[in-house]
């Protein structure tokens, strides 16, 4: 039984919410950022990050208290303002090439602690101590995390008639992406999602591991304050067709002290091995590999002699770790070793082209995308992905709304 409730949201006025809201800060080349912060006097980039010129010489302390009062200088100018009523939210994000949408609510913490909400990725202690304690100085959250429902009917239903419906924003981004927001206020449509969704047996997390597990350590720090919000933490629930799941390929720096030849002699004890030459090739199904070396396009066919009935030995992303990373490149720690680096798949595979290229790095793989019910099963089995298995969309309009703690 899932358990969610409505929150009284601090969201921006209608007349600035295009320009108040930002994509995720990471996604900002350092260039970008100081002219999106230098151009618009409104972008949510200024709160979350303050003083962004000096930002490398100040304590993250000093950082969190300045992100703290930065917030609160845009509520008292009016940009940002509270509701009167908590409520749920439709979101609806609409891409070049495709369309989500999900609710916004909050989801418990006692559900997270029980399972209910599925976790499939490991998580960095540092990372989530860091953001538990920007959470607590700061007060205030603005990043959902993302968890899928399995697919309602009545819920899509709700959804489509509840898009006919006046938007409280409709707006577009200089991504190219259209957002359109619904408040969910009338006690009649949040007694009948809460109770839709107490029929669902177990939620998942997509995206937002680290901001979860955060939310929990902040609970169990400061549960004794009496304070309410920390009892639940803000998610956008999606239906589990409604996302999108890339790959993340790899690029590694050197081949471990072999030869060309000698790499590939050894990959051929685990593949089938296929020049493609300059064709620029990628997986069409899973145990399918790409390998781009030496100017070359590789087809990597993994050769499963005997069936693992191990739902992990059977991802494609431990696949490549166990019979290659590891063993031929001695890649052993993925999240820290510096030879190693990601590429989303979302990006063209020239990337990797030219990258490898370009001399830096020696060689990259390709990878075919997991699917919903690998992360499920996985997560039902209480496992871990591998670091960087998936790139998961749709991604969270920063600023957009605000879950006060």
């Known amino acids: 039984m899932s358990k969610i409730i409505p929150f009284k949201a601090v969201r921006p006025t209608s007349d600035k919410v295009a320009l108040v809201t930002c994509r995720n800060y990471d996604d900002y080349s350092p260039t970008e950022l100081a002219s999106w912060l230098d151009f618009n006097p409104y972008s949510f980039l200024h709160v979350i990050n303050p003083a962004y010129v000096h930002a490398q010489k100040i304590t993250l302390d000093k950082r969190f208290k300045g992100v703290a009062h930065k917030y609160q200088d845009f509520k008292n100018d009016g940009i940002f303002v509270q509701d009167e009523k908590a409520s749920f939210f439709l979101y609806e994000i609409q891409t070049k090439t495709q369309s989500f949408t999900g609710i916004v609510a909050g989801t418990s913490i ?150 060309k030849d000698d790499f590939i002699l050894k990959l051929s004890e685990h593949f089938i091995i296929k020049s493609k030459e300059q064709e620029l090739w990628k997986p069409q199904s899973k145990f399918e590999f790409g390998m781009y070396l030496d100017g070359n396009f590789y087809a990597l066919f993994y050769k499963r002699e005997t069936k693992n009935p191990s739902i992990l030995a059977n991802l494609d992303a431990q696949i490549l770790y166990d019979t ?62 591998p670091p960087k298995s998936t790139y998961i969309e749709p991604k969270f309009r920063s600023g957009l709304m605000v879950y006060e703690l």
Request: aromatic share 10%.
């Open 110 to 259: 006692e559900d997270y602690k029980n399972n209910v909400i599925k976790k499939h990725e490991d998580t960095l202690q540092y990372r989530v101590e860091l953001f538990k304690d920007y959470l607590h100085q700061t007060a205030f959250n603005t990043e959902p995390v993302l968890i899928t429902y399995p697919d309602n009917a009545a819920v899509d239903s709700w959804i489509m008639e509840k898009k006919k419906e006046q938007p409280i924003y409709n707006f577009s981004t200089t991504n190219k992406e259209k957002h359109t927001l619904w408040k969910v206020d009338t006690d009649t449509e949040i007694n009948w999602l809460q109770n839709k969704f107490t029929e669902i047996p177990e939620l998942y997390i997509a995206d937002g591991h680290h901001r979860s597990a955060s939310a929990e350590l902040l609970y169990e720090q400061d549960k004794n304050l009496g304070n309410e919000n920390l009892n639940y933490f803000m998610s956008f629930l999606i239906a589990e067709s409604n996302v999108k799941i890339y790959e993340y390929n790899r690029i590694i720096r050197d081949l471990n002290g072999c030869t």
């Open 324 to 385: 290659v990373l590891l063993p031929l490149l001695g890649i052993e720690d993925l999240r820290n070793d510096e030879r190693i680096e990601y590429i989303p798949g979302k990006q063209s595979i020239l990337t990797i082209k030219e990258l490898v290229d370009e001399g830096e790095f020696e060689v990259g793989f390709m990878l075919y995308p997991s699917d919903i019910s690998e992360i499920k099963a996985l997560a039902d089995n209480q496992l871990i992905m």
